[in-house]
C-alpha cells in the first residue's frame, strides 16, 4: 500500500491539473504494458579525445557532456519508469556501465523524472560529486559520493571546474505533502571550464527576467541544453513548462552559441504526440532566423562534437 501511495502522490505532483490529466493518465498507463523502443548501436566508451565540447542525449533530461577532461551528468534517468506510473518510449540511450566516471551530476529538481534514486543506485560508484538545489539532499537516500545544495547564484568549484546554481521556475515538490517547503525548489545551472561555458535548464516556465539575466552573467554560453516540452496544452503546461516557441526566446535570452533541445520524446507527459514539439521547435528557430549550426538536434544515444580538440579541428 505504502508503495501505491507514493506513486499516486508522485504522478499528481507531476501531472498537470483539471481535464487534462485524464487523457494523459491513461497514455501513461498505456505503456506500462509496452516495451521501450531499443536504440541500436550504442556508444561503449563516450570519452572522447578529439573533443573540447562534446554532447551525448540519453533522453528526456539526462545528457553526458564532456568539456575536456571534465565530464557532467544531468538529471540522470536510466530506469525503465519513474514514479512506478510512467514508462519510457525510448529505452536510455546510454547504457549505465559505459559511463565513465562523472565529475559532476547536475539535479534539476527532486521530481521523479529528473532525481531518480533508482538510477543513481546504478551509476553510484560512477559518481564523484553531485548536485542539488536547496532542500534536494533530504530527498536522498545514503549514497557514497559527495552531494551538496546550491542556492541561487551559489557556486561550487572543484579543480577548475565551476557550478553556478542560476533561477529557473518550476514547482520543485516531489510528493505533493512537500510543496509547502519545496515549491521553488529548482535550479538551472551554468557550468564554466578552461574557458567553456554550458547552462542545463532542467524544467522550466518562462521567465523572461531570469534568462536575461543568467545571460548578462555568463555572456558567450557555448551550449544551452534547453527542455522543449511537455508541449500540450498550453493552458496548463505554461505555468511550469515552456513550450517549443518559448524555448527559442529562452535561446535568445540567454545569448547562447547552441541550444540542443530536451525533455522530449522520452515519457507521455503532454496531450502532443512524440515528435511534434519538436518539429514546432525547429519551425519555430526557422522563423527566428537562428543560424543552422546553433541548433543541433540530437538523437536517442547519438553524440555530437561540437568544439572539437585542436588536433582535431587542424585535421591532424
Not at 193 to 216: N, S
Not at 225 to 233: D, F, S, T, V
Amino acid at each position: 500500500m505504502r508503495r501505491l501511495a507514493l506513486a499516486l502522490l508522485t504522478a499528481l505532483a507531476l501531472a498537470p491539473t483539471g481535464c487534462a490529466v485524464v487523457p494523459i493518465a491513461t497514455r501513461n498507463l498505456a505503456t506500462l504494458a509496452s516495451t521501450p523502443a531499443r536504440v541500436p548501436n550504442k556508444i561503449a566508451h563516450p570519452l572522447r579525445t578529439d573533443a573540447r565540447l562534446s554532447v551525448l542525449w540519453v533522453g528526456h533530461a539526462t545528457a553526458l557532456v564532456q568539456l575536456d577532461d571534465k565530464v557532467l551528468l544531468t538529471d540522470p534517468v536510466f530506469t525503465d519508469t519513474v514514479g512506478q506510473v510512467s514508462k519510457r518510449l525510448v529505452e536510455p540511450g546510454l547504457e549505465p556501465r559505459a559511463l565513465p566516471p562523472v565529475d559532476a551530476v547536475l539535479i534539476s529538481h527532486v521530481h521523479a523524472d529528473h532525481l531518480s534514486l533508482g538510477s543513481l543506485e546504478l551509476i553510484e560508484t560512477k559518481v564523484r560529486h553531485l548536485a542539488l538545489p536547496r532542500g534536494g539532499l533530504t530527498y536522498l537516500t545514503d549514497f557514497s559520493f559527495d552531494a551538496f545544495e546550491l542556492g541561487t547564484w551559489e557556486t561550487w568549484e572543484r579543480d577548475g571546474l565551476r557550478v553556478t546554481a542560476v533561477p529557473v521556475h518550476h514547482p520543485g515538490f516531489r510528493y505533493g505533502i512537500d510543496a509547502d517547503w519545496m515549491q521553488d525548489a529548482s535550479t538551472g545551472y551554468v557550468v564554466e571550464y578552461h574557458g567553456l561555458r554550458v547552462y542545463f535548464g532542467g524544467d522550466t516556465a518562462y521567465d523572461e527576467r531570469a534568462f536575461v539575466e543568467t545571460g548578462r552573467r555568463f555572456p558567450g554560453i557555448d551550449l544551452a541544453l534547453l527542455p522543449i516540452g511537455p508541449a500540450e496544452p498550453r493552458t496548463f503546461m505554461r505555468k511550469s513548462h515552456v513550450g517549443p516557441e518559448e524555448a527559442v526566446q529562452v535561446f535568445l535570452d540567454l545569448g547562447a552559441r547552441r541550444v540542443v533541445p530536451i525533455h522530449r520524446d522520452t515519457f507521455v507527459s503532454s496531450s502532443d504526440a512524440p515528435g511534434a514539439a519538436l518539429a514546432r521547435f525547429l519551425a519555430e528557430a526557422k522563423s527566428r532566423s537562428l543560424p543552422p549550426d546553433a541548433v543541433q538536434v540530437v538523437g536517442f544515444g547519438e553524440q555530437r562534437v561540437l568544439v572539437p580538440a585542436p588536433a582535431a579541428a587542424d585535421g591532424h
